[in-house]
């Protein structure tokens, strides 16, 4: 049982250059989420997906789109990647899509990224 | 919008002593989750402690304890007996009860334990 899994574990891109970050969950929980992580601040929500092929933008979204290929597997892409999306990125799930209960969630390991 | 403050970019602590990170958040609503999560050198978000709004009790987990105080707006976390291994970034964060569980962080707290 692997939990969160997420690759690659890091990656160094040219500005422009584009690449996605694959998350996947072998909890079978609904939702998933994509967090940015940069130095001197905590996790913001870049994108969410409460189930199966709903996703919606969160907190700092630009310059990102996500898939939610099936219920396992949560992608996250930059199309032409720039020096400010340097930052470490978690995945994240919860088991259900929210309602009253405020689940914890359950982070991969993260994916540094470094955009020269 | 709701925030999320953590005062103290940094502390220390002796093996074995007790310490507090403090933790403010600010929002309207009445109905909400709070969390205390431990980042360790491997960067892996581990969930410390959870505590629900509506609860006057506060939430223990073995060494870990908070003090909720809703009015003020306040979620500390208490660690007892200090260990070697609880040197890590602690982060506070919050969800809205219903919100889709979009967790809003703080900045963090860099704890070292010392020997």
Redesign the interface.
Known sequence: NAGVTQTPKFQVLKTGQSMTLQCAQDMNHN?M?W?RQDP??????IY?S?SEGTT?K?EVPNGYNVSRLNKREFSLRLESAAPSQTS?Y?C?T?RT?????????Y?G??TRLLVL | AQTVTQSQPEMSVQEAETVTLSCTYDTSENNYYLFWYKQPPSRQMILVIRQEAYKQQNATENRFSVNFQKAAKSFSLKISDSQLGDTAMYFCAFVLSGGYNKLIFGAGTRLAVHP
């Open positions: 939702s989420y967090y001197g601040m905590g996790l913001r929500l969410y409460a919606d969160g470490v978690f994240a919860t899509s929210g309602g009253p209960m405020g689940e914890t969630q982070f390991p993260g």
